[in-house]
């Protein structure tokens, strides 16, 4: 530390001396000036960081999707290169198919139920009324439980004989449902616990939207007649738009990657029919302990988030220009 | 004096700021100074929770106590103990002494992580073949298990004497005594047909005993066993709901007497005994036809000295792993732990100590490991064997076809 000290008063006269000795820099030499130094010094934490925690990440990720890598590679470091071969692996396996539509309808379905349900709720809860702070931070809830813990609660809720809503379904006269036993319903099963878990993030944020829009607008919109229906159209719904684009791209890039509450709730079953890329690339790596083929698995997923994520920030820079 | 105090703060501060480095010189030269000294070994296994926990502690003790180590014991959590493994390896910090699960033994082995324990002239006779085939890869032994459990028929006996019936020893004993103790919300017979190895794991004593094998899947043998998992489900003395029950669920359903029956491992027996009210007994798996032996697959972890690259500390933990397979050590955690000595000699005297555990010490006797016939090539046919039990479960595949679509993954 003392040595640091010492060291920076020489540096800046040596700098000053320069300055001194050649007092018309020539323009290369300015980029060097203390205040680009002070600059990218700024930027180079932030730099690194990326570099370890994602560049580092991604680039050996996709080399291990390249390599034969199993737990001898662990041992040895040895992973002979395979080129495409673990894609051919993923994309022929005849699970492929299968597990890109459920995450497909898996996200959407998801999608759709939390924001419809988020944004009604956000809407409700945007006209004042008693307990509605305190209503509004237990929606939270779902939020803050570990989603083990809750794919676990939700497992015993759904079983299906002695689950506690098919024995609330019972009374009203419905037949107990499969919730997580039969493959046509496993999937609606695990969507509908998806869609509890993301209520919250959806509320959240479309909430602080709602409060961003002026009540002015509100005010004028009356006089000239714009209630109700009307005035979500009109008013809430175009000043929301710019919230509403960054919870949807976010919600996908969230959702496409679930994995724990679908391991929780089963583990890909029964027969298969909850089994999503993320599941895959999961089970390969961790269960099969083929990391190369769970590598290329999940570089597939990274490839379609990131087309969302190139969607959201033209989105978003669309949404600023305006 | 205030100012005296500060500077007494400064430099507390400035010597706080130097332990860390301190420290890490310290780490490093011990382990530097380490090389060629036994004294201390590292240990990892996945009892975290009780009572194996303090069980497998106080044997482990007494084994270093015995051989003059100390133990460093480092205890993760069950899914966990792979993936340490993994990332241990990787960074040359494997323990001295690694405790491993039976079947994925051939996994680790076949990496060359493992040393083989004739290095170190371990006696590896008197052990029941099944657990020596388990501890075995290529021919050389690379891991010994103090105890063993393995899967058997628990009833409920009041159910069963309520109904005049008796234990079934047969298939069809067991469709009828299970379809004779279905009523309401109570189910006849409860297994696992869970999406993960634990189904496969409890198929295995039905089809092996079938004479069936995991080299054949597509078998009439095997074929025979999973038509009996279907009559059970489609009759209705079994719940839909097993291919998404893990054995802690069966364990449940029969404790709340939503079964009357269960297949199900000797480990749940103290979670068993803790309800008083609860009157069980246990029996061989039934065979499908009168005759056949009741084959049972082997559970349990076995012990093995990692590839560290210190002699000394290797040989220590080869003499540890002596000690804790030896008969005292087998017997003592056995009666604790509810799982059966691996020596044969030992079951007399251990059934006489546990009268509970009896059936399952027979079943023992003929239990047969999980990789012996495939090795690395077993969770393969795991992964197919809980597919195709799923895919006619959920009536996705006919009995005929389950094996065949679910090994296409």
Redesign the interface.
């Given at each position: 530390m003392t040595s640091l000290s010492t060291d920076t008063p020489a540096v800046s006269r040596t700098l000053s001396a320069s300055r001194a000795e050649a007092p018309a820099p020539r323009p290369r030499q300015s980029f060097w000036a203390r205040e680009n130094i002070a600059k990218i010094l700024f930027v180079v934490p932030a730099g690194i960081y990326m570099l370890l925690y994602f560049g580092y990440p991604v680039v050996k990720n996709l080399v291990m999707s390249m390599q034969d890598y199993t737990?001898?590679?662990?041992?040895?470091?040895e992973a002979p290169w395979v080129g495409f071969q673990n894609y051919v692996t993923v994309i022929t396996?005849?699970?492929f198919g299968p597990a890109l539509l459920n995450t497909a309808l898996f996200t959407v379905a998801s999608i759709v139920g939390q924001f419809a349900i988020g944004l009604a709720l956000a809407c409700f809860f945007n006209r004042k009324f008693p307990l509605s702070r305190f209503l509004r931070a237990m929606l939270l809830l779902p939020w803050l439980l570990p989603l083990i813990v809750a794919s676990a609660t939700w497992?015993s809720i759904l079983?299906?004989?002695?689950g506690i809503l098919n024995q609330f379904l019972g009374t009203v006269g419905i037949p107990a449902i499969?919730w997580?036993?039969?493959?046509d319903v496993a999937l609606i099963a695990v969507i509908l616990v998806n869609i509890w878990v993301g209520i919250p993030f959806n509320v959240t944020l479309l909430y602080g939207g709602l409060q961003d829009i002026p009540a002015e607008l509100y005010e004028a919109g009356q006089l000239d007649g714009a209630t109700g229906w009307k005035a979500f159209r009109h008013i809430t719904w175009p000043n929301l738009r710019p919230v509403v684009s960054v919870v949807l791209i976010l919600g996908v890039v969230y959702t496409i990657k679930v994995l724990d509450i679908i391991l929780g709730l089963?583990?890909?079953?029964?027969?298969?029919?909850t089994q999503t890329i993320a599941v895959r690339s999961y089970q390969e790596s961790?269960?099969?302990?083929e990391f190369g083929v769970g590598a290329a698995f999940s570089n597939i997923l990274i490839i379609i988030s990131l087309v969302f994520a190139v969607i959201y920030l033209r989105a978003n820079r669309r949404a600023v220009d305006e | 004096m205030k100012n005296h105090n500060k500077k007494r703060l400064t430099k507390a501060l400035a010597m706080a700021a130097l332990v860390p480095f301190v420290l890490t010189a310290c780490g490093g030269g011990a382990g530097a100074g380490s090389g060629g000294d036994a004294s201390t070994l590292t240990l990892m296994d996945y009892y975290n929770n009780e009572p194996d926990n303090l069980a497998i502690k106080k044997e482990i003790e007494n084994c270093a106590a015995d051989i003059g180590v100390t133990i460093e014991r480092e205890a993760v959590p069950g899914k966990d103990l792979i993936q340490k493994v993994l990332q241990k390896s990787s960074s040359k910090t494997l323990p001295d002494i690694l405790m491993l699960d039976n079947p994925d033994l051939q996994e680790i082995a076949a990496t060359g992580g493992l040393a083989p324990l004739s290095d170190f002239n371990v006696d590896t006779s008197g052990f029941a073949q099944g657990m020596l085939d388990a501890g075995t890869y290529e021919g050389e032994v690379y891991g010994l298990a103090p105890t063993a459990n393995t899967l058997g028929l628990f009833y409920n006996k009041k159910l069963l004497a309520a109904a005049g019936l008796k234990p079934p020893t047969t298939w069809d004993e067991l469709k009828s005594t299970a379809s004779a103790l279905t009523k309401g919300s109570q189910y006849g017979l409860a297994f696992s047909g869970i999406a993960t190895y634990e189904g496969a794991w409890q198929f295995l004593p039905f089809m092996w005993t079938n004479g069936g094998s995991e080299t054949e899947l597509n078998s009439t043998a095997n074929k025979e066993a999973l038509q009996l998992y279907k009559d059970l489900v489609d009759s209705g003395a079994t719940s839909k709901g097993v291919i998404n029950w893990g054995q802690g669920d069966v364990k449940d359903q029969f404790m709340a007497g939503k079964a009357a029956m269960m297949i199900n491992g000797p480990w749940q027996i103290p979670a068993l005994n803790e309800d008083p009210s609860l009157e069980w007994g246990s029996v061989q798996v039934p065979v499908n036809k009168a005759g056949q032996t009741p084959t049972a697959p082997l559970g349990g972890e076995v012990w093995t000295v990692p590839q560290t690259g210190n002699k000394a500390k290797q040989a220590k933990a080869a003499e540890f792993i002596s000690c804790f397979t030896k008969g005292d050590t087998q017997i003592a955690l056995g009666t604790q732990r509810y799982t059966v000595p691996t020596k044969p000699e030992l079951a007399k005297e251990y059934i006489a100590k546990m009268p509970d555990m009896a059936s399952f010490t027979e079943q023992i006797a003929n239990a047969r490991s999980r990789t012996g016939n495939l090795g690395t090539e077993w969770p393969k046919a795991a992964t197919t064997i809980y597919t195709a039990i799923q895919l006619v479960l959920t009536g996705k595949a006919s009995v005929d076809d389950a094996f065949t679509q679910a090994a296409k993954g």
């Open positions: 737990t001898k590679t662990f041992f040895t470091g396996s005849n699970l497992r079983d299906q004989d002695s499969p997580l036993t039969s493959p089963t583990n890909g079953g029964p027969a298969n029919s961790f269960v099969n302990f | -």
